[in-house]
């Protein structure tokens, strides 16, 4: 005869799949799950909003103007040399505006046409095109001082007269293009599981909080092992935050998409994109079961919301440290901060993310994923352990009876 039938208790894994499919149900068909999946959705239609502003103010804000004030044949000079050559050379010319064209003896303060001007002038050319003056602010005749020379050069007739036909042979991509696009898509993976593993982990806590405080927590432990209790509201976690990552992907892909976008238009990255999407779910997985392991085990601790957001700042602060060493350490390939960023549990998944991204070969990954995995067990264990502990203390402290100078006290 089984322990299951002599004890007429579940197994712990049996009990963890109860737990977990009770959790994941009530969760899934609640209300609030609602508004969970809506969430996401402010902060995409204000940063719309935001996007649209600031295109609006980019559009308004006017080309940055050379203004040129100088004697009338020497200023249309410069104006007809610099639309020649701005048909050959493209926008990095400056956009030309006659400020004033001076008579003989006549004075010009640059610096007060500046400050009075309606054409948005970043500065302005004075002299002759034998010998221009460039006024304005540091920064900007430091950038214009070469354009504004070869104008003045080409008003002044000294300019080249033909400039040779380029023949154009282009490929595809460079070495230099797609190392940078890959590191851009190593940033944004790194990003999104990042802000996916911090959202998402933190709803352990308040579902533990919450029936700690209904006393549900008393009647599972007097039903099924503690060790079940743990590992079903884990894993009913991440059940949910896959259903919800789910939703979000296909109503974000099918937008982007419907855009006109495709993952072609950007690097494949070097595992090539199905493998790099699969190896997010695995890195995001290991990644959750290791915070939500953490953030069980302070539920166990905590009573209170407060206590909760109290004990939980420290490994919040923690984690967004692993976060920030994990890309720092995408710029150190070969070294001993790459392999650290690799082994330490909490910056791993960051960090083989993004070697996904810029480096071919599964073998390591295949390697870390082991790693992790037994990371995943001792931590997940480690929190049992203590949820296992804690967790029924929620109650009144026991009283004890203690002598005070000889006398019995409660």
Excluded at 8 to 25: E, I, K
Aim: net charge positive; with cysteine.
């Amino acid at each position: 005869m089984s322990s299951h039938n002599r004890t007429g208790r579940l197994s712990t894994l049996a009990a963890a799949f109860v737990v977990a499919r009770r959790d994941f149900t009530a969760i899934l068909f609640s209300r609030s799950f609602i508004f969970f999946l809506l969430g996401p959705l402010f902060p995409f239609v204000i940063g719309a909003l935001a996007g649209g502003v600031g295109e609006q103010v980019k559009d308004s804000i006017q080309r940055p103007m050379l203004g040129v004030a100088m004697a009338p044949a020497d200023a249309e000079a410069m104006v007809a040399a610099q639309q020649a050559l701005a048909e050959r050379i493209g926008p990095s010319i400056p956009g030309l505006v006659v400020v004033r064209k001076l008579q003989p003896g006549e004075s010009f303060d640059p610096v007060g046409a500046m400050k009075s001007n309606e054409a948005n002038l970043a500065a302005v050319v004075t002299g002759t095109p034998q010998a221009p003056v460039l006024t304005g602010p540091t920064e900007r005749i430091e950038d214009w001082q070469g354009r504004v020379a070869l104008i003045a050069a080409q008003a002044a007739g000294n300019g080249p007269k033909a400039l040779p036909a380029v023949a154009l042979s282009s490929i595809a991509t460079s070495k230099a293009d797609q190392t940078r696009s890959r590191l851009l898509t190593a940033q944004v993976g790194q990003t999104v599981l990042f802000l996916l593993t911090m959202l998402l982990a933190g709803m352990v806590l308040s579902n533990l909080v919450e029936e700690k405080g209904n006393k549900i927590i008393e009647v599972l432990a007097a039903a099924i092992p503690m060790d079940a209790v743990f590992l079903g509201k884990l894993f009913a976690m991440l059940a949910v935050s896959w259903v919800g990552i789910t939703v979000w992907a296909t109503v974000g892909g099918a937008a982007w998409f419907t855009a006109g976008h495709s993952l072609s238009d950007y690097a494949d990255p070097a595992v090539g994109w199905p493998a790099f999407l699969l190896l997010g779910v695995v890195y995001f997985s290991l990644g959750y079961l290791l915070l939500g392991s953490v953030f069980l085990a302070i539920g166990s601790l905590a009573t209170t919301v407060r206590e909760v957001q109290t004990l939980s700042m420290p490994v919040t602060m923690l984690q967004l440290l692993n976060f920030f060493f994990a890309g720092f350490a995408m710029a150190k390939a070969g070294t001993w901060i790459e392999t650290a960023a690799m082994v330490i549990p909490f910056s791993s998944p960051f960090m083989m993310l993004a070697k996904a991204a810029q480096h071919e070969g599964l073998v390591v990954h295949g390697l870390t994923i082991a790693w992790q995995v037994l990371c995943v067990a001792v931590f997940v264990r480690m929190g049992a352990a203590m949820f296992k502990k804690r967790v029924m203390k929620s109650g009144p402290a026991v009283q004890r009876k203690r002598k005070w100078f000889g006398r019995a006290a409660t």
